[in-house]
């Protein structure tokens, strides 16, 4: 069953150093997003993107960060300077459809991200 | 507060029984819901949706009930085994007037064998 990946699985980094989070959404999938996870809090949505631009993004996706397709198949998240509070879990999930129409997202198993 | 919340923070039940997991929104206006199932290590996993053109909808072993009324959802698991071991959150995908996730904090499902 394809499945979307994620590397590194942990990324532990020092404060104001820039981190890039790799994801390989599912190959016919379109629409594609990047999910944080704080320990022991809920799911945030970061932000969405299709067709090579980003759709939506949430307050927490300020200018620290972006994304990028950067070839056919890997979709990443870069934070400029990291911060202690970016410490938390990221998920990657992709979908073939948007989610108003039902789109069925599949999350990638996500990389935890220490910043020290 | 929140706009998804989740009544209780951890649920046991021995295999074998009925789980109840339940979930209120805030937002009249909310019109889609899903339920995802999250495992120790690993990402949320898309169990059911629900539109709020419906009141009730099934799927293997699983079931979730929409009260528009008072802005209630629930997933109901049948002959739940330790596999079903995992947090579940519920997520309004409108509540922003935009189809992005809001989640809720979820509840562990501890299955006893």
């Known amino acids: 069953e394809p499945e979307v990946t994620q590397t590194p699985s942990h990324q532990v980094t020092q404060m104001g150093q820039e981190v890039i989070l790799r994801c390989v959404p599912i190959s016919n999938h379109l629409y594609f997003y990047w999910y944080r996870q704080i320990l022991g809090q809920k799911v945030e949505f970061l932000v969405s993107f299709y067709n090579n631009e980003i759709s939506e993004k949430s307050e927490i996706f300020d200018d620290q960060f972006s994304v990028e397709r950067p070839d056919g198949s890997n979709f990443t998240l870069k934070i400029r300077s990291t911060k202690l509070e970016d410490s938390a879990m990221y998920f990657c999930?992709?979908?073939?459809?948007?989610?108003?129409?039902?789109?069925?997202?599949?999350f990638g198993p996500g990389t935890r991200l220490t910043v020290l | 507060g929140e706009s998804v919340g989740l009544h209780l923070p951890t649920l046991s039940v021995q295999e074998g029984d009925n789980s109840i997991i339940n979930c209120a929104y805030s937002n009249s206006a909310s019109d889609y819901f899903i339920w995802y199932k999250q495992e120790s290590g690993k990402g949320p996993q898309f169990i059911i949706d629900i539109r709020s053109n419906m009141d009730k909808r099934q799927g293997q072993r699983v079931t979730v009930l929409l009260n528009k009324t008072v802005k209630h959802l629930s997933l109901q698991i049948a002959a739940t085994q330790p596999g079903d071991s995992a947090v579940y959150f519920c997520?309004?995908?409108?509540?922003?007037?935009?189809?992005?996730?809001?989640f809720g904090r979820g509840t562990s499902l501890i299955v006893h064998p």
């Open positions: 999930a992709s979908s073939e459809m948007t989610l108003a129409q039902a789109g069925t997202q599949y």
């Open positions: 997520a309004d995908l409108s509540s922003g007037g935009s189809y992005i996730p809001t």
